[in-house]
């Protein structure tokens, strides 16, 4: 949510910036700061990630190695034996 403070700020920031701006109507005003608003939502936004990933820790983990036998060491290995399986003739 907006607060009133927050609101008074960016509405003065949009006034400041759009004072010797004659030319646009009420309504182009009105369009352009709301617009003003959710860029600046999603500047914080984007901020708040931003700070969200500097502080989680890293993992120490492997690297992925880009060698593709590497897989073969986790393969499953079957267990019990092997069953039977019906497969009909028109199966397709």
């Excluded at 949510?1 to 759009?18: P, Q, S, V």
């Excluded at 004659?22 to 009105?30: C, F, P, S, V, Y």
């Excluded at 120490?60 to 393969?75: G, H, Q, T, Y």
């Amino acid at each position: 949510m907006l607060g009133m403070a927050d609101f008074e700020f960016h509405l003065g920031n949009f006034n400041a910036h759009h004072e010797n701006n004659h030319q646009i109507t009420d309504n182009q005003k009105l369009r352009k700061f709301a617009q003003w608003i959710f860029q600046e939502f999603e500047k914080q936004l984007a901020n708040a990630e931003r700070e969200a990933k500097k502080s989680k820790p890293r993992t120490s983990e492997k690297p992925n190695s880009r060698n593709v036998n590497d897989a073969w060491n986790s393969f499953p290995q079957p267990t019990g034996a092997p069953t039977h399986v019906h497969i009909p003739e028109d199966f397709e």
